[in-house]
């Protein structure tokens, strides 16, 4: 059980990081997904038993790596840059800076409170969130 996020997240952490080295592997690895869900559907209905109850850890443990996507696309986008045989151009250093920056503030934000705050319905009560129940948390 949970070897199906591993290979969600493993996918996506690869194409995170070569994607800006050959930007046809996301229709890959969108290929790869759709086997996979396939396969998946096909065991579930002919082959699987009933599932032993368990934790909702797997889940919120990869719903933090998913975060961890911009920060390695950005770690890829660096490295690639740095393979040009004339050195790092001087016009794709600035971007991936700031994109750099961009993906350390998206990991340490809390996503859900960033999404509210971008979709406010103001029809709806609000309802105030608390920091920090909203942020990740790493193991220490």
């Known amino acids: 059980m949970g070897f199906e996020y591993i290979y969600i997240v493993n996918l996506f952490m690869f ?3 070569f994607v800006s080295l050959q930007p046809i592997i996301p229709i890959i690895a969108l290929l790869g997904y759709l086997m996979m869900y396939w396969v998946e559907k096909y065991c579930l209905f002919n082959r ?9 850890f797997i889940n919120k443990a990869v719903y933090q790596l998913i975060f961890l996507g911009p920060l390695v696309y950005t770690l890829g986008s660096l490295t690639w840059a740095n393979f040009d045989p004339n050195g790092t151009p001087p016009e794709a250093l600035l971007p991936n800076l700031l994109s750099l920056l961009f993906s350390v503030l ?4 809390p996503m859900n409170t960033v999404v509210e705050s971008c979709c406010v319905d103001e029809n709806a009560a609000a309802k105030p969130t608390i920091f920090e129940t909203d942020r990740m948390f790493f193991p220490s």
Request: proline share 12%; hydrophobic share 45%.
């Open 106 to 109: 998206l990991l340490i934000l």
């Open 48 to 56: 699987y038993r009933r599932p032993v109850p368990g934790t909702d």
């Open 15 to 17: 194409v995170c990081f």
